[in-house]
């Protein structure tokens, strides 16, 4: 009888403490742990950790789609790609083209953050992607995706510059964007 009582008192313990436990969002959860230029951040569990494409990209993840968004959007870190931080982020200015009447300065938001404790520039631009899927081979035909947008990050690592590119649909990017900005802080 005893035993049955404390049974009896250990599940209603149990269950009064389960609802004082946070109720964590799919991005609260951890995921992987990935290391950039010696720093280390478990991303969102969401994140699809995928191989690589190809041999520029030092690693890649498919953050499935939300909302209506028909794709997922993908994060991207290359490592060792050349360009100051400028030159590359009129690169990026350059793969989007703005919405009719506005410039790409006006839909483009460019600030400093941190890296662990180095500088970083980092770039959100939104509008008209123009996908190319070997971007440095000419011959490459160029897609044209509205409704797009991405956020971008070039980091110079101690050994070697870093770029970030979370690009997609603006609805699957915008549900990413604080996750993403979480995992970019907790590098350390």
């Known amino acids: 009888m005893k035993r049955t009582w404390h049974l009896v008192l250990l599940a209603f313990g149990l269950a009064a403490f389960s609802g004082a436990l946070p109720n964590l969002s799919a991005q609260d959860k951890k995921g992987e742990v990935v290391t950039i230029d010696g ?7 969401e994140w699809k950790d995928e191989k690589p494409a190809n041999r520029m990209r030092f690693v ?6 939300v909302k ?5 959007a993908e994060l991207v870190v290359f490592k060792g ?8 982020i009129a690169r990026w200015k350059a793969m989007f083209v703005p919405p009719q ?13 941190k890296i662990g404790k180095e500088k970083a520039a980092y770039l959100d631009v939104s509008g008209t992607y123009k996908f190319k899927e070997a971007p440095f081979d000419p011959k490459s035909k160029e897609e ?4 797009y947008r991405m956020l971008n990050i070039h980091y110079e ?11 997609g649909p603006a609805a699957t990017v915008e549900h990413y964007k604080k ?10």
């Open 179 to 188: 996750g993403f900005e979480d995992w970019i802080q907790a590098l350390k």
């Open 39 to 45: 720093l280390k951040a478990a991303v969102p569990a």
């Open 60 to 65: 890649q993840f498919k953050l499935p789609k």
């Open 144 to 147: 044209l995706k509205p409704g």
């Open 68 to 72: 209506d968004d028909k794709v997922d």
């Open 157 to 167: 690592g101690k050994d070697d510059p870093y770029q970030f590119r979370l690009v």
């Open 101 to 113: 009447g506005k410039t790409i300065d006006e839909v483009s938001k460019v600030a400093e953050i």
């Open 81 to 88: 790609l050349g360009g100051s931080a400028e030159q590359n």
